[in-house]
């Protein structure tokens, strides 16, 4: 081929064509590894610091109304917590600890790139808030299991009280409705009869005595327990219960 400029003959030479498509092709295929690889660092980033900030902004709540509903309110957010939010978050976390693990690929891929250790953002770096926010965890659910069982014992007593309660009160009542009655006694043996179903009283009494006893001790552990109802046990342990004497 003659060239219309010079008019120097010239060959064609196909391979340096295919070389200079082969580069093309290269640096284009170079190019968007690259770009993609920052796409993966800059979502990685910004979702570790979310992660990173949520971690730090958990609180738990340890205050409680000193009521069994109150503490089983509590244990029922909290459970609710673990299943949500706090199970989307873990898995976010597992998420980023294998996307990390993927950038590292693709550096390696790359060669003589620099590795990727963002700091204050690394793999290391979101286990040690996480590892800590588990403790703060554990130490939250021994919290609520201690304050939930001291409700449960608390509730437990309190109901026991006004059972014993209820049974003296109703032992008292019948039995002075008993002595109240007038019954005439004919014969002798019919006073015989009198005097065993007298004895027979004298037991209940001595027996009721020693439940009103127990009904004291158990006014003193609700109060030394911080019963919330403590003060109104006690009014009718006053009122009621430190009257019945037959």
């Known amino acids: 081929e003659i060239c219309e400029v010079t008019g120097v003959q010239t060959c064609a030479l196909p391979i340096f064509g295919t070389k200079r498509d082969q580069l093309a092709s ?4 170079y190019i968007n590894t690259l770009s993609a690889e920052q796409e993966l660092k800059e979502d990685y980033l910004s979702r570790t610091a979310a992660l990173l900030a949520w971690i730090a902004g958990v609180t738990h709540d340890q205050e409680f109304d000193n009521t069994l509903e109150g503490a089983r309110g509590h244990s029922t957010r909290w459970n609710e917590y673990k299943t949500t939010e706090r ?5 976010e976390k597992i998420n980023l600890l294998e996307q990390f693990e993927k950038i590292g690929g693709v550096l390696e891929a790359g060669h ?6 963002p700091e204050g953002h690394t793999p290391a770096d979101i286990n040690s808030a996480w590892d800590a926010m588990q403790k703060a965890e554990q130490e939250q659910e021994s919290v609520l299991e201690g ?6 014992q608390l509730d437990a007593a309190h109901k026991g009280f006004n059972r014993e309660a209820d049974q003296v009160l109703a032992y008292v ?5 008993q002595l ?14 009198k005097l065993m179903h007298h004895g027979v009283m004298e037991e209940e009494v001595a027996a009721n005595k020693a439940r009103l006893a127990s009904l004291a001790t158990a006014l003193a552990g609700l109060k030394e327990g911080n019963f919330h109802q403590a003060s109104a046990v006690e009014e009718k342990h006053e009122a009621e219960i430190g009257r019945a004497h037959v």
Not at 26 to 29: D, G
Request: proline share 2%.
């Open 147 to 152: 304050e939930t069982s001291r409700q449960e």
């Open 26 to 29: 290269f640096v284009k295929s």
């Open 173 to 177: 009542k019948e039995k002075r409705e």
């Open 87 to 91: 199970a989307q978050k873990e898995i």
């Open 180 to 193: 109240s009655s007038k019954e005439e006694v004919d014969s002798l043996d019919r006073a015989h009869m």
């Open 112 to 117: 003589q790139r620099p590795s990727f250790s």
